[in-house]
């Protein structure tokens, strides 16, 4: 998903002479024919996260689109300061591109893990925020954020992640996406977590429960008729993310819930990192398992829950 998100730079750089690409001390190789042919408009700057956000606040200005790219600790929590003032508060077009958010980097620790990054983009005025399931789908979302008001803020996965999207037949900025039927439980997802879901659902099916995956690659603006629409229909809505229950995807909906006063906002199990520092090390895998958020414990919590309300 990285290689596509970076890739598709280079390619809308190749056809608007106003995009930009900024990367923050990534490692050798990273857009090699970018720096090559289009040289004048690639920057590569050291570990200066703060500085790079005010830099690109200044070519906005000036009337260019930067794409920024670092790890996405950095980019979020590392700068909230300057997303707030230098992006926000000025409502510039810098496309903010985060690797690794959620667990990708466990093998690094708590310093690296984004797991809070959605909760602190949604509070700033402004921001929106993406983070697509799979690499069909950053292909399709990636031309879009060029014509996006204002900074965006683009959630990216570790790579590699299993096509899901290839049969959906338009995928747009803004609006989220059903997959399956969603008659007994519906699954919010973002990122990677569609996958997730989307496994567990098929699960379900095989014991006549019938389950949908209401996929959401925009966080922000967030596709507020949609879930309200399906959650007439549905008996237990489900929320996972690969990030803490706080403030994230999970919060988000019971926020949307509540304002269209849905009869369903006392029925939705929220599934995530609880709010404490991931103490364990290994893999992405061994992590989101040790969280509960892989598909074996995603399902024993949902079914529990399902059975205790039939």
């Known amino acids: 998903?990285?290689?596509?998100?970076?890739?598709?730079?280079?390619?809308?750089?190749?056809?608007?002479?106003?995009?930009?690409?900024?990367?923050?001390?990534?490692?050798?190789?990273?857009?090699?024919?970018?720096?090559?042919?289009?040289?004048?408009?690639?920057?590569?700057?050291?570990?200066?996260?703060?500085?790079?956000?005010?830099?690109?606040?200044?070519?906005?200005?000036?009337?260019?689109?930067?794409?920024?790219?670092?790890?996405?600790?950095?980019?979020?929590?590392?700068?909230?300061?300057?997303?707030?003032?230098?992006?926000?508060?000025?409502?510039?077009?810098?496309?903010?591109?985060?690797?690794?958010?959620?667990?990708?980097?466990?093998?690094?620790?708590?310093?690296?893990?984004?797991?809070?990054?959605?909760?602190?983009?949604?509070?700033?005025?402004?921001?929106?925020?993406?983070?697509?399931?799979?690499?069909?789908?950053?292909?399709?979302?990636?031309?879009?954020?060029?014509?996006?008001?204002?900074?965006?803020?683009?959630?990216?996965?570790?790579?590699?992640?299993k096509i899901v999207t290839n049969k959906v037949k338009k995928i747009q900025f803004g609006k989220s996406i059903l997959l399956g039927n969603p008659k007994d439980i519906l699954f919010v997802t973002t990122g990677i977590t569609t996958q997730e879901c989307l496994t567990v659902a098929n699960r379900l099916k095989l014991e006549g429960i019938k389950a949908g995956v209401l996929h959401n690659h925009t966080l922000k603006p967030f596709d507020e008729k949609k879930l309200l629409k399906f959650s007439k229909i549905t008996k237990l809505i489900v929320t996972v993310e690969e990030h803490l229950v706080n403030g994230g995807l999970g919060s988000l909906v019971l926020e949307v819930l509540n304002s269209g006063k849905s009869k369903i906002i006392n029925n939705v199990l929220r599934i995530g990192i609880n709010n404490a520092f991931v103490k364990k090390y290994g893999s992405q895998q061994d992590l989101l398992n040790y969280c509960g958020i892989s598909e074996k414990k995603i399902y024993a919590k949902v079914i529990k829950r399902f059975n205790e309300n039939t």
Not at 14 to 35: M, P, R, T
Not at 72 to 97: K, M, S, W, Y
């Open 1 to 161: 998903m990285r290689k596509t998100c970076l890739d598709m730079v280079y390619q809308l750089a190749k056809k608007n002479k106003k995009i930009i690409f900024v990367g923050s001390d990534l490692g050798a190789g990273v857009l090699n024919e970018f720096k090559k042919k289009i040289s004048s408009r690639f920057f590569m700057e050291g570990i200066s996260e703060q500085y790079i956000t005010g830099m690109t606040a200044g070519l906005a200005k000036e009337g260019f689109i930067p794409y920024f790219n670092t790890i996405a600790t950095f980019i979020t929590r590392r700068n909230f300061e300057q997303n707030i003032i230098d992006l926000g508060l000025h409502n510039l077009p810098v496309r903010l591109i985060g690797n690794g958010g959620g667990l990708v980097y466990a093998p690094l620790g708590p310093t690296h893990q984004a797991i809070e990054d959605i909760a602190i983009m949604r509070t700033i005025p402004n921001m929106r925020i993406i983070a697509p399931c799979d690499a069909n789908e950053m292909k399709k979302l990636m031309p879009q954020t060029v014509n996006i008001k204002g900074p965006l803020y683009i959630r990216l996965a570790r790579g590699g992640d």
